[in-house]
């Protein structure tokens, strides 16, 4: 996470600790005073009580990305703005995050500025699952293949007989 800048004038990416779960609240605010921010999203699925459902979250909670020169700007606002707690620091240096890091990142988002991770569980054709939600919850099945809208086609055995049935994805986990 660190860089020999080439001159003065150049800005690099500096990581920027959050006060837990205001993330946005230090980007909103960081924003508002001019600074060039990114705060990387993602759309994950968060299941609680047996229920799943899909969420917009921080790819990195607690942490979001500040553009800063190396002169002639002032860092101090970063400390006391709400929502953060400071850049990170490794002992008196302040590191560089590559720019490489955050164009492979802004590459993986969407238009909505979101890296989606609902699809990141990889199910295999005949991975053994366990059904979670839904009305054949608590029974085991064989994952066989996905469809279009987040749902997946299951193999499912019931009294002495395998069937098809066809589930939104979310009612599934791996075993």
Not at 12 to 39: I, S
Not at 57 to 86: C, K, N
Not at 150 to 172: A, F, G, N
């Amino acid at each position: 996470m660190s860089a020999v800048p080439k001159t003065e004038h150049e800005r690099f990416w500096h990581a920027v600790f959050c006060k837990p779960q205001q993330d946005a609240r230090a980007e909103e605010n960081l924003l508002n005073q001019g600074f060039e921010v990114f705060r990387p999203k993602t759309r994950a699925r968060r299941g609680s009580g047996g229920r799943r459902r899909v969420v917009i979250e921080s790819l990195f909670p607690r942490y979001i990305f500040v553009r800063l020169g190396r002169t002639g700007q002032d860092w101090s606002p970063i400390r006391s703005t709400f929502g953060a707690v400071g850049l990170v620091r490794l002992g008196p240096e302040v590191p560089i995050v590559p720019d490489p890091v955050i164009d492979s990142l802004r590459l993986r988002c969407d238009e909505s500025g979101i890296i989606d991770l609902t699809g990141a569980i990889d199910y295999r054709e005949d991975d053994p699952i366990e059904i979670i939600d839904g009305a054949c919850a608590g029974y085991r099945a064989v994952f066989k293949s996905r469809t279009k809208e987040e749902r997946v086609v299951v193999l499912l055995k019931l009294l002495s007989q395998e069937r098809k049935i066809e589930i939104p994805e979310e009612y599934i986990r791996k075993l």
